[in-house]
């Protein structure tokens, strides 16, 4: 649910952009390092012709950016989304920066879509949408370039055909052309929940600084799909009362809590959460502005924004999706008192799992899924705490302090490998 409309709102990479400013700001840095850092170092359109499957053609385009990639190859998903343009990807793909410096993972950011809804397209459409966008984007991407993985719209499915095209083109199997693999095709255990699973460890860790335990907190989710699902999960399983939840269609919601194995059935079984027998129908927006001490926004970005943020009443907001919260709205809650856990930090379990995959096909050598698990709670937490450290002893915001050490990183990485020629 993408929230009321506000217009004049920024957009993405406006509020990328400006997170970046302040962070430049606040590090005491010269213009020429945004100048540096806010200029994506890559980025192709493409065109991609489709043959459905009654005979017609359709163009439909794509976008691959590379924000970065000054600590390594660039890392970034692919989704699938009739939202999707360039500006979007450019945000995200800077947001991707900060992700992987902020776990101080070997990676740049980058960031890639078609602007499609997968649900009108079948399978073999999906497949040849696929192949033929990953031949046009084929200059940019590799293991050593530019990794991609799955994000909204794409799965490991999506993934398999995009390694394979890889392989094809280069004459042999290249496993790390992508993360967020099949298992089969040297995937990692633990990589698709792994996203919801970091979700769920910040979550946790922000609940307890706020002096709050599971058993007596109250959460509401919004977006019930990759992220916001698993997360759902976890946190009902931990003794959170998870009284709303929501998909594109609506929201339940329910005060005495809802039974999140029952609704995971309910939409395997209806496609939505909504019709959950026991629990009210709740616009999807109002979700939003529920009176609970814990709220995941894991949709789509903007939907907190200085039209509604003044309405949102939770004391924690832990950002599952990518942008979910706009700059503006960031201050209003920032001075109602309200803690935002932002996204470069809390859903960075994905890239984290990611990064373990192409370590362990580096090495051919495969952990099991409670290696994986452990591993990820253990850098997830390392990097609460050093956010937390570093917002507390300069007295800013956790999201200034996450962007800022993120910042700092990609900088100094710059300053190091000096200016060519």
Known sequence: MNGEEVTGAPGPLDNAQRQLADAVRLLGYPDSVLAAL????????????????????????????????????????????????????????????????????????????????????????????????????????????????????????????????????????????????????????????ATSRGVFHVALAALQSRGHSPESSTCAVQGFGKVGRDAARLLFESGLRVVAASDQYGAVHDAEGLDVHALERHVDATGSVLGMPG??????????????????????????????????????????????????????????GALVVPDILANAGGVLVSYFEWVQGNQSYWWSEQEVNDRLEHRMIAAWHEVTSYAGAGGMSLRQAATCISVRRVAEAHRTRGLYP
């Open 279 to 336: 629990a009210d129908a709740l616009p999807g927006d109002l979700l939003l502005e529920l009176d609970v001490d814990l709220l995941v926004p894991a949709a789509v970005e903007g939907v907190i924004h200085a039209g509604n943020a003044h309405r949102v009443r939770a004391d924690i907001v832990v950002e599952g999706a990518n942008g979910p919260t706009t700059t503006d709205a960031d201050q209003i809650l920032s001075d109602r």
């Open 38 to 193: 806010r200029q994506p170092r890559r980025e192709i359109t493409v065109a991609i012709p489709l043959r459905r499957d009654d005979g017609t053609v359709e163009v439909l385009t794509g976008h691959r950016v590379q924000h970065n990639v000054s600590r390594g190859p660039a890392k970034g998903g692919v989704r699938y989304s009739p939202a999707v343009e360039l500006d979007e990807v450019r945000a995200l793909s800077m947001w991707m920066t900060w992700k992987c410096a902020l776990l101080d993972l070997p990676y740049g950011g980058a960031k890639g879509g078609v602007r499609l809804d997968p649900r009108n397209y079948s399978a073999a459409e999906l497949e040849r949408v696929t192949r033929r966008y990953t031949t046009e984007i084929l200059p940019l991407i590799g293991p050593d370039r530019d990794i991609p993985a799955p994000d909204i719209g794409t799965d490991e499915q999506t993934m398999a055909w995009m390694m394979d095209t890889c392989s094809v083109a280069a004459g042999h199997t290249v496993l790390g052309a992508v993360t967020g693999k099949p298992l089969s095709l040297g995937g990692s255990r633990g990589r698709a929940q």
